[in-house]
């Protein structure tokens, strides 16, 4: 078996995810936006509930869709699910621009969003390519790629947005994840072998069987986390651009949330790094708890800033603080469940994820509507203060489920 360098691997796969989120944060930081210049949806409330939608039909399909990928990595290789993220939402997301109306723009979103899901298939690569006790900070370093280029794609985004317009962001979009297609294909190793367990055949043809997987009760409750925290973290995510659009104004409404986003993808990078070299060396709530506290405090301060300055400072903390958890967690997962059943359980991972933030855009477009703008991204920082009982009870079982 060939012998794989498990760091030129991670930096391969980290510049593949850097590029495949610049060209996501070129697009969808801006919809609110997009909304009411190319399809006329102007209205406060109606732009909110346009927005959840959008973002919770391209949730629903991925939650359904990312826990088949992952069984199929588990059963073909992670890089090829890596690669068929990467193409196929080279095409799909630039196609959502000429949707030329508001069903048909769902409707793609849809398709985009069934075939995508990078990270999930990064993450999974990652994890059964590095070594168990480089795990914390190889999925903390991979995680740095995700703000990185979040960054990168917002500034890029308001810029290209603002001078250039919309076709032009989706199409960069779909040209970033291209090149990262590319590169994976020709630069990533994986040294795959298939199970040894058959595909059950009968009169003739396979049958796929589906069912929930084998994991282990410590392995559902992390699920569970998974689930809970963006819920909370991301109910406010879709409508930033409306909190920036009432304190600065239409005007270079894509512009400044290009910025207070780079921010706040900043203050990610930084978590990535710091939290996933200390999960190895840390027992998780001793971050954890702390992170969440910090997080809710930051979230609910930045409700009532009324100057993009402070927007921009807050955010930044927030991300900070949330941007922490997701390594911790991931590092336990990737400890706790069967090598073998990684690429399905980091499927799991990201229909749960994503799941939740589903239900968060939902939640948040029903608080806009009743609450206004600022009162979503207050009910956010609730959340996440609630979250720290949840937190403690969610990892006492975890420990009880190791021991017996």
């Known amino acids: 078996m060939k ?14 995810q850097l590029l495949a989120m610049a060209g996501t944060s070129m697009v969808l930081p801006f919809i609110p936006l997009f909304l009411r210049e190319k399809l006329g949806i102007a209205a406060e409330a109606q732009r909110a509930m346009a927005v959840s939608m959008f973002y919770s039909v391209g949730m629903f399909s991925f939650c359904l869709s990312n826990p088949i990928w992952g069984a199929l990595g588990d059963r073909y290789g992670r890089k090829l699910m890596l690669l068929r993220a990467y193409f196929f939402t080279a095409l799909t997301f630039p196609a959502m621009y000429f949707m030329p109306t508001w069903g048909s723009l769902i409707v793609m979103r849809f398709f985009a969003s069934m075939f995508s899901g990078t990270v999930a298939a990064a993450q999974a690569l990652v994890a059964v390519t590095t070594p168990d006790k480089h795990q914390g ?25 603002h001078y250039c317009g919309y076709m032009s962001a989706f199409l960069a979009c779909g040209g970033a994840f291209l090149i990262a297609g590319i590169m994976t294909l020709l630069l990533v190793e994986e040294n795959f072998v298939p199970p040894l ?45 409306l909190l920036v659009e009432l304190i600065s104004g239409e005007e270079k409404a894509a512009l400044n949330t290009g910025w207070v986003t780079a921010l706040a993808a900043a203050g990610g990078i930084l978590s990535g790094v710091f939290f996933g070299y200390m999960s190895d060396r840390c027992k998780p709530l001793q971050l954890a708890i702390p992170a969440l506290a910090a997080a809710g405090v930051f979230m609910i301060i930045q409700s009532t800033a009324q100057s993009l300055l402070v927007l921009g ?42 799941f939740g933030g589903m239900f968060g855009a939902l939640i948040g477009g029903a608080v806009i509507a009743w609450l206004g703008t600022r009162g979503v991204f207050a ?26």
Do not use: H, Y
């Open 137 to 161: 900070f190889a999925l903390g370093t991979l995680s740095t790629a995700f703000w990185s280029g979040n960054m990168l794609g917002m500034v890029a985004g308001g810029v290209v947005v």
């Open 379 to 404: 009910f956010g920082g609730i959340l996440m203060l609630l979250l720290i009982p949840i937190l403690i009870g969610a990892f006492k079982l975890i420990k009880r489920s190791k021991r017996s």
């Open 313 to 354: 400072m807050t955010r930044f903390l927030v991300f900070f603080a949330a941007g922490g958890l997701e390594p911790i967690f991931l590092a336990m997962l990737s400890q706790t469940v069967d090598p073998a059943k990684r690429g399905s359980a980091f499927g799991w991972t990201a229909s749960s994820r994503v």
């Open 3 to 16: 012998k794989i360098s498990w760091k030129r691997n991670l930096a391969c796969i980290w510049i593949g």
């Open 197 to 241: 367990k058959k595909l059950a055949v009968k009169n003739g043809a396979r049958r796929w069987k589906l069912a929930l997987p084998d994991f282990s009760f410590g392995v559902w409750v992390l699920l569970g986390l998974f689930f809970i925290l963006p819920l909370a973290r991301r109910c406010d995510e879709p409508f930033l651009a």
